[in-house]
């Protein structure tokens, strides 16, 4: 609301914070890896415990991917005050990424509050153009000996860049999307799963062999985002339906409105890469 003039004669007036109800999902996964003794007597490697060893990070990813098709959901999304975010909150552009293309597209989501965002998602084809244009700006920090050394992070107009191949591309219009996120937009919960690892003996088939059986349960939630599961088909979202547009709609309030896009520090750029130029060497 509007303020009252605070001159020791004016009534001061109270208003009202606007209430809204977010839905919200929870996402599980579980995979399996097995080995037989066998293979293990000839080899004399432990393959189970080097599988153990990865789990962790084969997670992590499955969780990155997981939140790609989160965001590619919100993005696909219908209906007039959706689309309009949709719309304010994409930077599409028939050329390639650029020393200009994120500030732009930052202003063009979020106006005077474009500092909000802090990180960029790419193709490594689109980290490719930036790299060949020195735009990307490797992290360097000194070891404990004073040497200087570099980091495999990197910034792009100071924005943390995250690098990954699974990023939507589109190879009839050689179309790359990139994703720009602000800090606070993207929430993640673990959700505890009964029994989330365990390791299963099977003494028989084919001279015996141990399995490791892991499930996961995870709740991604996006800022000013509501997951609606109007085209889900199970009590846990497939990546599939987490892209799908149906089931993602901006938060509305009690009253009827929905958030200020502004207030949601999420964008997309699309870009247009051109193909890798290979150097030919020639000789005498």
């Not at 890896?33 to 997670?59: H, L, P, R, S």
Request: charged share 25%.
């Amino acid at each position: 609301g509007e303020p009252v003039n605070y001159d020791g004669m004016t009534d001061i007036e109270t208003h009202e914070t606007g209430t809204a109800k977010q839905t919200k999902v929870v996402i599980g996964r579980a995979n399996g890896w097995k080995e037989t003794d066998f293979a293990q007597d000839i080899a004399a490697t432990d393959f189970m415990a080097n599988v153990g060893m990865q789990v962790n990070e084969y997670w992590d990813d499955r969780d990155q991917e997981t939140l790609i098709a989160i965001l590619d959901g919100v993005f696909s999304m219908t209906g007039a005050d959706n689309k309009k975010f949709v719309d304010t909150h994409t930077y599409k552009v028939e050329k390639p990424m650029g020393p200009t293309t994120l500030n732009i597209a930052a202003q063009r989501a979020l106006g005077d509050n474009k500092n909000a965002l802090s990180m960029i998602i790419m193709h490594s084809r689109v980290a490719t153009t930036l790299e060949n244009l020195n735009l990307l700006e490797y992290v360097k920090y000194t070891d404990a000996d004073g040497i200087e050394r570099t980091m495999d992070i990197a910034r792009y107009n100071g924005k943390l860049v995250l690098i990954d191949d699974s990023m939507p591309f589109d190879e009839k219009t050689g179309e790359y999307t990139s994703y720009i996120l602000g800090r606070g937009m993207l929430g993640y919960t673990p959700v505890q799963a009964k029994v989330p690892n365990e390791v299963v003996r099977n003494a028989k088939e084919k001279g015996g062999y141990t399995e490791l059986i892991t499930r996961r349960r995870r709740l991604i939630e996006v800022y000013g985002m509501s997951y609606t599961d109007k085209a889900t088909s199970s009590l846990s979202p497939t990546n599939k339906e987490l892209a799908d547009g149906k089931n993602w709609e901006l938060v509305t309030s009690t009253d009827g409105t929905t958030i200020d896009p502004k207030a949601i520090a999420i964008g997309r750029i699309i870009t247009v890469e051109d193909p890798v130029e290979e150097e030919t060497e020639i000789g005498g």
